[in-house]
């Protein structure tokens, strides 16, 4: 059990999540949690949850509520002498971690070990995701509690940038800070250790605007001037600068998304010196890093990405396009759709379709002086709609290619990369291996020949050297010379050679199940890689595995990948990773390779983790591809397992991709069932993307396979499918013929579910017919049945449906109550998102009952409970009645304001029906108003229906 109060309260058990609905239930584990180990009085309890007012069955209530705890597996909780006791054997309170590792880190700092209490105050503030308790219910104890661990975080924040300072990382602290800054404008503390970090980090023009910043925000909101401390860094910073001007303020940062600079970068001085007067004689320049595979193009341009970190104070972005490796390469949507969240756009804002991400990128950058380095291009197409489109910016891109088509739109500027001269070779030979580079002069210069002077071959031989500190380099040759390495390492038209010839050496340096362990990760689809994943394919423990890897890593064949904090992930370099794979082909049968391969993604079937589903995304994208090549059965196993986690964050986009994987794959092994189901997924994704016509598509080849099986039931689904998509199109008649023929087929498969399913898609196309009578009928035979085999969830979307039938009717009272015992079905079924649709409908007929006040109250509510639920399609119609409801009550810029949420929830998550039906009901206001825009947003609403195929 991991309990969780540092950001909103969780409770997660068995690595998921246990939902914590109800507000008293969450204030009673709050409460319970602050006080754990210890007994909570009853008369505490009640005070806290009730204040001066609680229910006139207190006792019996509460008794309740800690029956519903116990009943989600709060199994600790006990009842003592001195009230309730929650206990926390065998179970976490991040806020005790936090404090535990805050004392470790203390002990350390003042031990005068800073790089280890650096590391351990960074473990404990990750625990932190929001503020503590940010959702829990006021209460007294909750509020106290709340700011002493809010206070608590301030003050270990404080001490761990103390000790970064005490370290040197002066520019990581001002990065840090400013973050907090945010939250904490007015502690003058974070101030101070804000400005002084970035005077020493030498942004003394940066600290200035900062102290300017603090002056403000101080005056503006407590009246007051900055505190002594405050003035005498900002005496000192204008001694030493001799009365320079401030510069504006300077913009937040973006999160640092660079790799680590090389500790040991050597030479490429000319280069160095061409791209920095280029970024200031010709802005808005693309300029391309290229040269062969290994000249180390990714490692110059991060290393003057980071040169050049001030003169780009809005952030870098950076991202490897994997360019050169086709089946894995990034798209241009994918690439923009993470700019964008970099950007600070709200992930359910995010739009769906390339273009729009594109405006989006582009706005987001106006006015900003941010560097983009996109390394390893694979063609100007990958790299057109990532480019910046401002002056401000630089677009710093590495490829094998020189990508020449970018100058037919753009003006480009080529550095060719060579491979380094030969003193800078021996240089960074001497760098890594230390004093042997002077005890043997010469078989160092010969070192640097024998490794043909190229960046990556020269520091793996560097780092099998150091990993050997005894071995003169003398011997080193020998061994190179024995293995015919002089004629493997030369730099002719097969560059590649001379990195195998160095491959060969570390590789064969390897103890056997070392190097086992990386064939098997040359064969790992997709990027990046854990303990987690290798122990999958080795058939080891994942404490094995990690082994393997520091193995690996000590012998610089992988090397770190930016992931979650604390996350151990690794990659190996695009030529490594090649070599991997040759090695695997070499010296492991089929058999053996297959199996490995299929190990791995029976494992991905098994994580139920969120976050690690999240980390290994895409590495699952590219099993589920490298599945449907194979003929493997995960090619539509997997797509049904990501399918879940991929619609919560929204990943509408990577979703019909593995369906269609999926589809095509099972179509392919004659797995007709599955293809079946897989097309039947697809189609319903589409239509969630408004791709109606494509999902018709779908339902249809779905319909054909179910007939080819003479599967009646599945037919009928198909039907249901294809009906429903026809009512979205507005094709109502030939809605009505395939929804009655599902009806026909499903009747005679005893599943009563599916027909009362097809009867209330019956009723509302008869609705839209205006045959309304029928349509109730319809809704009548489906209330009956859902109510025969107890389907309480059926039974509440068709009391929904028949209130909106009353309604068209003009029986409002009638509509009123049947959405009120959709409420209660919904409520006792603890369904939020059905919950929060019956108070849609219930605020929307009592806004037509002219009770405006209740209507918005419940509107109100609604909206509430899809946000909670996540449910963004919900949130973007409610949001929509709302600003309706305010437009008819005469408050335009509510309604505005709503409107205008409204179109950016449904174009967030691709729901181009609802986008529609926005700009249409916006259009509508504005011309209400004699606002002349109000014919843009119409004939939006009429493009979009067009587009769809909708008849309006």
């Known amino acids: 059990m991991d309990f969780r109060i540092l950001g909103p309260l969780e409770l997660w058990n068995g690595g998921l999540p246990v939902p914590l609905t109800a507000p008293k239930q969450r204030a009673l584990l709050a409460i319970l949690l602050i006080?754990?180990?210890?007994?909570?009085?009853?008369?505490?309890?009640?005070?806290?949850l009730w204040g001066a007012t609680p229910p006139r069955s207190v006792e019996s209530t509460l008794h309740s509520l800690l029956s519903r705890l116990r009943g989600i597996g709060v199994v600790t909780l006990v009842r003592e002498p001195g009230g309730y006791r929650l206990g926390l054997a065998g179970a976490t309170l991040d806020a005790r971690v936090f404090e535990r590792l805050a004392l470790e880190a203390r002990e350390l700092a003042e031990a005068g070990q800073l790089e280890q209490a650096a590391r351990c105050f960074r473990e404990a503030l990750d625990l932190w995701r929001a503020p503590a308790l940010a959702d829990a219910p006021e209460s007294p104890m909750i509020e106290a509690e709340r700011a002493r661990l809010d206070g608590l975080r301030l003050a270990v924040f404080e001490e761990y940038a103390d000790t970064l300072a005490g370290l040197g990382r002066h520019a990581q602290v001002a990065g840090e800070l400013r973050a907090l800054l945010a939250e904490h404008p007015l502690r003058e503390s974070l101030w101070a250790r804000m400005i002084d970090a970035l005077d020493r980090s030498g942004q003394a023009r940066e600290a200035l605007a900062a102290y300017d910043e603090a002056r403000r925000v101080l005056a503006e909101e407590l009246g007051l001037d900055p505190g002594s401390e405050l003035r005498r860094l900002q005496a000192r910073i204008l001694r030493r600068e001799n009365g320079r001007e401030n510069e504006r303020e300077a913009r937040g940062p973006i999160s640092p998304q660079l790799p680590p600079d090389l500790a040991q970068f050597t030479g490429r001085g000319t280069a160095l010196r061409e791209l920095t007067a280029l970024m200031r004689t010709a802005p808005g320049t693309v300029a391309v890093i290229s040269g062969m595979p290994g000249v180390g193009k990714s490692a110059f341009a991060v290393h003057w990405a980071h040169r050049m970190a001030e003169r780009f104070p809005d952030g870098q972005i950076f991202i490897d396009l994997r360019g050169h490796r086709p089946q894995e390469a990034i798209t241009p949507r994918k690439a923009l759709d993470r700019f964008v969240r970099a950007l600070g756009m709200p992930p359910e804002q995010v739009p769906a379709e390339e273009d729009e991400l594109a405006t989006a990128y582009r706005t987001l950058l106006a006015g900003r002086r941010v560097l983009v380095v996109l390394d390893n291009a694979a063609d100007p197409a990958q790299v057109q709609p990532l480019l910046p489109g401002t002056d401000g910016c630089l677009a710093l891109v590495t490829s094998r290619n020189r990508l020449s088509g970018l100058a037919l739109h753009h003006v480009t500027r080529t550095i060719d990369l060579d491979i380094l001269a030969e003193p800078e070779a021996v240089d960074l030979l001497a760098a890594v291996i230390g004093p042997r580079a002077g005890a043997e002069p010469d078989a160092v210069a010969e070192l640097a020949d024998q490794c043909g002077q190229l960046p990556l071959a020269l520091r793996i031989a560097a780092a099998h050297l150091a990993g050997h500190p005894h071995r003169r380099v003398a011997t080193y040759l020998a061994d190179l010379t024995e293995r015919g390495r002089l004629s493997a390492l030369c730099l002719g038209d097969v560059p590649a050679t001379a990195v195998r010839a160095t491959f060969d050496l570390s590789y064969q340096a390897l103890a056997e199940a070392d190097r086992i362990a990386f064939r098997r990760l040359g064969l790992m689809p997709g990027s990046g890689f854990t303990a987690q994943s290798l122990a999958a394919m080795l058939d080891v423990s994942a404490a094995q595995a990690r082994t393997h890897l520091d193995a690996l890593r000590a012998a610089s064949l992988i090397h770190p990948h930016r992931g979650r904090p604390l996350q151990e992930r690794y990659q190996l370099h695009d030529l490594l990773l090649d070599y991997a794979r040759d090695r695997a082909q070499a010296e492991d049968a089929p058999p053996i390779r297959e199996e490995s391969v299929r190990r791995l993604l029976e494992w991905y079937l098994t994580i139920d983790d969120p976050l690690v589903l999240q980390d290994e995304h895409e590495n699952m994208m590219a099993g589920t591809?490298?599945?449907?090549?194979?003929?493997?059965?995960?090619?539509?196993?997997?797509?049904?397992?990501?399918?879940?986690?991929?619609?919560?964050?929204?990943?509408?986009?990577?979703?019909?991709?593995?369906?269609?994987?999926?589809?095509?794959?099972?179509?392919?092994?004659?797995?007709?069932?599955?293809?079946?189901?897989?097309?039947?997924?697809?189609?319903?994704?589409?239509?969630?993307?408004?791709?109606?016509?494509?999902?018709?598509?779908?339902?249809?080849?779905?319909?054909?396979?179910?007939?080819?099986?003479?599967?009646?039931?599945?037919?009928?689904?198909?039907?249901?499918?294809?009906?429903?998509?026809?009512?979205?199109?507005?094709?109502?008649?030939?809605?009505?013929?395939?929804?009655?023929?599902?009806?026909?087929?499903?009747?005679?498969?005893?599943?009563?579910?599916?027909?009362?399913?097809?009867l209330n898609m019956l009723g509302i196309v008869l609705r839209n017919l205006g045959r309304l009578e029928e349509a109730v009928t319809h809704y009548e035979r489906a209330l009956a049945i859902h109510q025969r085999t107890d389907d309480r969830q059926g039974e509440a979307n068709t009391l929904n449906n028949l209130g909106v039938a009353r309604e068209a009717q003009d029986r409002h009272a009638e509509a009123l109550d049947l959405y009120q015992k959709a409420l209660a079905l919904r409520r006792a079924a603890g369904s939020r998102k059905g919950e929060a649709r019956a108070l849609n409908n219930i605020g929307l007929v009592e806004a037509k009952l002219g009770r405006l006040e209740p209507a918005r109250e419940h509107l109100l509510a609604a909206l509430a409970s899809h946000r909670e639920s996540g449910d963004l399609k919900g949130e973007g119609q409610v949001t929509n009645d709302l600003a309706g409801l305010y437009h008819r009550l005469g408050r335009e810029e509510e309604a505005l304001t709503h409107f205008a949420a409204a179109l950016r929830i449904r174009s967030g998550i691709g729901d181009r029906r609802g986008l529609a039906e926005t700009h249409r009901d916006l259009g509508e206001a504005l011309a209400d108003q004699g606002d002349a825009t109000a014919h843009r947003h119409l004939a939006a609403a009429d493009q979009i229906f067009k587009e769809l195929g909708v008849i309006t």
């Open 625 to 758: 591809r490298h599945a449907a090549e194979h003929g493997m059965d995960a090619a539509w196993r997997l797509p049904a397992a990501l399918a879940q986690p991929l619609r919560l964050r929204h990943c509408l986009t990577d979703t019909a991709e593995l369906h269609t994987l999926a589809a095509t794959a099972a179509e392919q092994a004659s797995r007709h069932v599955e293809a079946a189901v897989a097309h039947h997924n697809l189609g319903a994704v589409l239509e969630h993307l408004g791709r109606y016509p494509e999902a018709l598509a779908e339902h249809r080849r779905t319909l054909e396979i179910y007939r080819q099986l003479k599967d009646r039931h599945g037919m009928g689904t198909a039907l249901r499918s294809i009906g429903t998509v026809s009512w979205l199109l507005g094709r109502y008649g030939e809605a009505l013929t395939d929804l009655q023929e599902a009806r026909r087929l499903l009747e005679g498969t005893g599943a009563d579910d599916a027909v009362g399913q097809t």
């Open 35 to 48: 006080k754990a180990g210890r007994p909570v009085p009853v008369e505490r309890l009640v005070d806290e």
